[in-house]
Nanobody, 125 residues
Framework: QLQLAESGGGLVQPGGSLTLTCELSGLSGTLLEKHAVGWFRQSPGKEREAWNTGGAHYDDSVKGRFTISRDNARNTAYLQMNSLKPEDSAVYYC????????????????????WGQGTQVTVSS
């Protein structure tokens, strides 16, 4: 059973930066590497939004500001967020899905079998 846990959220001023960490446990090595790790965010009253496709192909809303990386040796994925805007405020989730689907399928929450608990990011002055 794969488990995910996010950390690193908080309050940041507009224009600031945050790095979120997603720790993966329960699987390791090649079994873990066979899973794609994507990031979602959800604001109050809105649906959970995928702004990337399983960790790649960012939407224009975050392109050039957000960077996803992964360290398989440490079983960890990262989300570096720069030049944050108030509209980036949301609960951020990492999730894991089996590899091998088309890119757009990874935009769908139903593609993911495993989810973290989420971490709140608030961008405000």
């Amino acid at each position: 059973q794969l488990q995910l846990a996010e950390s690193g959220g908080g309050l940041v001023q507009p224009g600031g930066s945050l790095t979120l960490t997603c720790e993966l446990s329960g699987l390791s090595g090649t079994l873990l590497e066979k899973h794609a790790v994507g990031w979602f965010r959800q604001s109050p009253g809105k649906e959970r939004e995928a702004w990337n496709t399983g960790g790649a192909h960012y939407d224009d809303s975050v392109k050039g500001r957000f960077t996803i990386s992964r360290d398989n040796a440490r079983n960890t994925a990262y989300l570096q967020m720069n030049s944050l805007k108030p509209e980036d405020s949301a609960v951020y989730y990492c999730a894991a899905a089996s590899a091998g689907y088309t890119a757009n399928f990874y935009r769908l929450p139903r593609a993911y079998d495993y989810w973290g608990q989420g971490t709140q990011v608030t961008v405000s002055s």
